[in-house]
């Protein structure tokens, strides 16, 4: 983060404060601040008060083996009877849960609780049939479709974690993420509609089952939704592990009698990329992560679940998915819309036009679709009607002020409040956010942590900055849908997260208190990028890039991008013999085509570098280290800063003269 952005801060003066009738009947009202500081656990079990439990708790939180925590401990509870189950035995059964929208126009569905009781249950007796037990774990590579929602629920009913993985993930990719979670059972589908088109997804599953055939991790089932229709290929079936959603689900009875499971069962991992190559799989429990996700649901977005219809646009292979598109909303009763598609198709009013048919009037997304559409133009979502819009969420990366102010004005009319909600993988569940009835937001600023939580923004030594300077974002107290461990690594775990300072969580994030000790996030500090909200990590790319036979050395670096928030870009010296092919540095457009395919195989089309230069050589300090910070001044086409500590600066100016012939598609 550069001083220019530190010193902008100051001069945000614009403030919003909460409509006066959204703050007279807002569920969370000022007084909670204080309720949860006087009284920490006492807060917690009050919000676990808004879910049915079996056992109730012995103890709050179980702090005793730091940073092992337990919650509600001794309590039981399944997850899948709150978001479901609970709601038809009060009378909600015709309630909508779930307004689908597929990408294909009018092709919609809407599924009632009563429905969704019924389709999870099917879909639970169908995984008993394929053998999964409790404890068990199942992998979902689906495109946003119910079938998606369901399994995860039938997981959750059967206590057998799921782990969904990304559809936009190459088959390596899942690969990896099934071998390390050693899931026996996959779920896909043929494809899904992605801009008016089917895309494969199930190729990939035979090749990810392929890698794993005949060792530790084989999948033994693969069930298969039919979505598309599309053609599977040649050797697209494998009547072993191969079986259609329709003849193993649909015949199954819609009951199921679920068990109670304990408060610290494991409800799902989810992987996601740190600052090594290796993904890391975040295992969230059962208990306080439907506490967590459903309290804040129902705060930060001020949800009344007999009148708002609920939209929250991430995917659900992400944990925004996870937490406030499936567990939150669903726990809370809400009805809501899930659509399977991409923003523009089949034109770019598509988001706004499903507003206005469905009255959304809750509306959770990502900066950098925002910054998409300010670039598309007001026009388009002034052809809809968007008045029922109320509050509006965003997520995942900073919002730049002027998208806040547009996304207020052209999606909020200019008065729904915009809660700028801040939280990861990790941490499960929103822990900084305004609060929509409560706070006077400010544009580009999570504002404050959330009653019932921790955080502070604090040095090199762990000390707490004064009012108006920037440090470490970093959570003192443990909270309900915290992550556990790192699935199989509870080593990597305390490493991680917990050991930069004593007892004290470290979420990679830079911030800054302004004046008013108000915080505004950064971004991360790590070697973590962040491309349109989704996580990416540098060593990541630079493995795949190495992986490569004519690469011998790779850095990558995430550099400022106007769209996407961050985009990566590598430097990469070939193998002797590869030199000759592209014979000048910086040259090779066919190279450099191949080098970003072979990443996308490797990970996904999301992790391809912006631009690949072709160097001779990379900055290095003496003791060996890559000075990330030089090339991203190059990669930001920026002066380059202080190389005193290389252990050769003329390598600098080698990379720059490279520059001018770089390929950037
Ligand atoms: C970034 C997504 C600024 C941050 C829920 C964090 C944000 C990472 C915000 C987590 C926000 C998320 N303002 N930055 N409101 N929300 N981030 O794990 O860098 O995919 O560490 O979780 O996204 O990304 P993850």
């Known amino acids: 983060m550069s001083s220019e952005t530190l010193s902008n801060l100051s001069h945000e003066d614009r403030r919003f404060p909460p409509p006066a009738d959204l703050a007279a009947s807002a569920n969370v009202k000022a007084d909670a601040y204080d309720a949860a500081a006087n009284d920490f656990e006492g807060f917690w079990a009050a919000q676990a008060e808004r879910l049915d439990w079996g056992q109730k708790w012995e103890r709050v939180l179980n702090w005793d083996n730091p940073p092992f925590a337990k919650w509600f401990e001794g309590a039981t509870i399944n997850a899948s ?64 479709i119910p079938e998606c929602v369901f399994t995860m629920l039938a997981c959750a009913r059967l206590g057998a974690p799921h782990t969904v993985v990304f559809g936009g993930f190459s088959a390596d990719a899942l690969a990896s993420r099934v071998e390390d979670c050693g899931a026996k059972v996959v779920v896909t589908s043929d494809g899904g509609y992605r801009r008016g088109a089917p895309s494969a997804l199930k190729p990939a599953v035979d090749d990810a089952v392929a890698k794993l055939a005949g060792g530790e991790h084989a999948v033994e089932h693969v069930l298969v939704v039919r979505r598309t ?25 819609s009951e199921h009698e679920a068990e109670m499971h304990d408060s610290e069962h494991p409800l799902y991992v989810m992987y996601t990329s740190g600052t090594t190559g290796k993904p890391k799989g975040i295992l969230h429990t059962t208990g306080g992560y439907l506490v967590g996700t459903s309290y804040t649901h129902w705060a930060v977005f001020d949800l009344k679940p007999d009148t708002d219809v609920y939209w929250c646009t991430a995917d659900v292979g992400w944990v925004t998915g996870h937490s406030y598109l499936v567990y939150g909303p669903l726990a809370n009763g809400a009805t809501q819309v899930m659509y399977e598609g991409v923003p523009d198709s089949p034109h770019k009013g598509r988001w706004w036009e499903i507003v206005e048919k469905y009255g959304v009037t809750i509306f959770y997304t990502a900066p950098t679709a925002i910054r998409t559409f300010m670039k598309w133009g007001r026009e388009i979502p002034d052809k809809f009607d968007l008045s029922s819009v109320r509050v509006l969420g965003s997520v995942g990366e900073p919002i730049n002020p002027e998208a806040y102010v547009w996304y ?63 440090g470490y974002l970093i959570l003192r107290k443990p ?110 457009g066919d190279l450099v085509q191949e080098l970003r395919n072979h990443v996308a195989k490797e990970i996904g089309a999301i992790a391809k570098p912006r631009q690949i230069l072709v160097v001779p050589e990379l900055p290095k300090t003496r003791s060996g280290k890559i000075m990330r910070r030089l090339l991203r001044d190059v990669a930001e086409n920026r002066e380059i800063g202080d190389v005193t500590t290389l252990a050769d600066s003329s390598v600098m100016n080698l990379i720059q003269s490279g520059m001018s012939g770089s390929s950037d598609e």
């Open 81 to 144: 009877v709150n978001c479901v189950d609970r709601h038809v035995a009060a009378g909600k059964g015709d309630k909508v849960a779930i307004h689908w929208v597929g990408e294909p126009e009018d092709d919609t569905r809407d599924i009632t609780y009563a429905q969704l009781q019924d389709e999870v249950n099917k879909a639970t007796n169908a995984l008993i049939s394929l053998g999964v037990e409790k404890g068990d774990r199942v992998a979902i590579y689906l495109p946003m």
């Open 229 to 253: 229709g599309q053609d599977l290929g040649e050797n697209g079936w494998n009547d072993d592990v191969d079986k259609w959603w329709h003849d193993v689900v649909d015949g199954q009875s």
């Open 408 to 470: 207020r004005d052209t999606i909020g009319a200019g008065k729904a409040p915009v809660v700028d909600t801040w939280w990861q993988t990790e941490t499960g569940q929103i822990l900084i956010s305004p609060l929509p009835g409560v706070t006077e937001a400010k544009p580009g600023s999570a504002m404050t942590p959330l009653p019932g939580i921790d955080a502070d923004v604090v040095n090199d030594e762990g000390e707490s900055v004064p009012d108006g300077s920037g």
């Open 479 to 588: 909270w309900p849908a915290m992550l556990r461990t790192i699935w199989g690594d509870d080593e990597r775990y305390k490493d991680t997260y917990w050991s930069r300072w004593p007892d004290v969580y470290f979420a990679g994030d830079g911030a800054k208190k302004d004046e008013d000790g108000d915080v505004w996030v950064l971004g991360r500090v790590d070697d973590v990028m962040n491309v349109s909200g989704h996580r990416l990590s540098t060593t990541e790319i630079e493995s795949a890039l190495v992986s490569h036979p004519k690469v011998a050395e790779a850095a990558v670096v995430g550099a400022t991008d106007e769209m996407t928030g961050q985009a990566p870009c590598a430097f990469v010296i070939l193998r002797e013999s590869a030199i000759a092919e592209a014979d000048e540095p910086g040259e090779g």
